[in-house]
């Protein structure tokens, strides 16, 4: 393991986190076993009652392949320890059940990821634990919302698809008064643009399997944040065996190390996409941080360093010719989900808001003609010429 406080985030992404085998393996081998074996009782116990660190199962996230992952995701976001999860959803499944009880109270501010809005409103009222969803022009009503039993408030920035931005360090200062805990789910700002926990977030929530894993092709989750506050959610990983698979950790940690590279370029090329979008006469509305004004500029220039990759554009015609226009993309993918190496357009009425009523998308800003574009690492001129054939209808 290095010791990498002093270091840059290219440096610590790539060695944070690893060690090296007996056979001299340049990173961390791919322990793959279910358990481990011990040379005595004795030492066994000593795992066992805590003297001694050590791997007695895997389901438990003790796995020297999990646990280099999980030190490597805890250094970039700045975290005292990090758990990584078989999905976002199981991370953030396990830290609503861990830290609260029947009868608490969550705030889920502004949009989120549906199947977020569903497990909060629909599956975890069944076990008591009720859910408050202002909208993000409703943020002022904080004070009135936040209950003497809120335990978590809970967000996205920049949230998605409006790619609307929270003040961290504001939202969190209000949880304190009633001493909420703030979960933000960093998944589309990823650690190289934004770290919550230095804005005052308690915890840290990632879908990894969108800009971490980088590929498209794997499903993981991670919570990270203090040791304190991830030990009661560790329990309930063990036991819903929610824990990533040492395969899974082994790949993501093999895409980490190429994070920097990669969400640089795309926040690059985001930025020139959402530039010719918003210039061009079909498009009547383009949402991306790094176009922010007014006050959603000053949030982004307090706690981001790049606008991103993400980026929603509202289209000068309806959601019959908006579709038209995504079909004859050819190099953005239609895909609901985001953050890997190749483009992907969505429209968020047919995948990620299409349970929502019409009436409530309207007030939450999701336009029948939007778009939402991850930016991959294809060169910006080809994807620039792909969205100006798809937008003129050639
Ligand atoms: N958070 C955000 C912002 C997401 O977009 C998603 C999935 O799309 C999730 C959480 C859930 O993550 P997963 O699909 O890894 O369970």
Known sequence: ???????????????????????????????????????????????????????????????PTIRSTETKLADLEGGEQALAFSSGMAAEAATFLAHCRTGDHIVCIGEVYGGTFELLGANLPQVGITTTFPRADEVGRLPEILTGRTRIVFFETPANPTLTVFDIAALAEQART???????????????????????????????????????????????GPAGLLAPVAMWRKNLGQTIAPETAFLLARSIRSLPVRVRAQNTTAAAVAAFLATHPRVSRVHYPGLATGEQKRIVD??????????????????????????????????????GVESLVTQPITTTHHGLDPAERARRGIADSMIRLSVGLEDADDLIADLARALDGD
């Open 178 to 224: 009633v001493g909420a805990l703030t979960a933000v789910d960093n998944t589309f700002a990823t650690p190289v643009n934004q770290n919550p926990l230095q804005h005052g977030a308690d915890l840290v929530v990632h879908s990894a399997t969108k800009y971490l894993g980088g590929h498209s092709d794997l499903t993981a989750g991670a919570l990270i």
């Open 302 to 339: 307090a706690q981001m360093h790049a606008g991103g990759g993400m980026l929603s554009a509202v289209l000068n015609t309806d959601a019959v010719g908006t579709a038209a226009v995504v079909d004859r993309l050819t190099l953005f993918a239609i895909a609901p989900s985001l953050g």
């Open 1 to 63: 393991m290095t010791d990498s406080t002093a270091q840059g985030l290219s440096t610590r992404s790539v060695h944070a986190g690893e060690h090296r085998d007996s056979e001299g393996a340049v990173h961390t081998p791919l322990y793959n076993h279910s358990t481990f074996a011990f040379d005595s009782t004795a030492d066994l116990l000593d795992v066992v009652e805590g003297r001694k660190p050590g791997n007695p199962c895997t389901r438990y996230g003790l796995n």
